[in-house]
């Protein structure tokens, strides 16, 4: 393991899994949720694992791309949940699986791309 000895200012995830229990999202969002940026793109299934179920949580805060590329800071359970409708709908027929296909990095800047000049991330 390296140390550089210089502060982190930001961290910023894609695709990432629930990481931690109640105590362990409490401690870090505490001290790290304004400054830590959880991408999720559309029906990226590498994000509902470990299971929420079995008490996984996720950190920082919760950035979301639709199936359209735009950027959501602030989006309703319901319309998020509409959004996969969408994304599994229009991905029918093609090769693959959606919820493979959406956890590449390549869509992911995709989406902060296109949003770049409309939603500023941080």
Known sequence: MHSFNKP??????????RTGDSKFVEKFDLKYKSSSFRF?????????VAPSALGYKHIGTFLYIDAAKNLHHDI???NQF????KGSIEDIGKPGIDG????D??????????????????
């Open 8 to 17: 982190v200012h930001s961290l910023y995830t894609f695709g990432q899994p």
């Open 40 to 48: 999720v793109n559309n029906n990226d299934i590498v994000t509902r």
């Open 76 to 78: 309703r359970w319901w």
């Open 82 to 85: 509409k959004d996969r409708v």
């Open 100 to 103: 493979v296909k959406d956890h």
């Open 105 to 122: 990095m390549g869509l992911y800047l995709k989406g902060i791309e296109k949003n770049l000049d409309k939603n500023p991330i941080a």
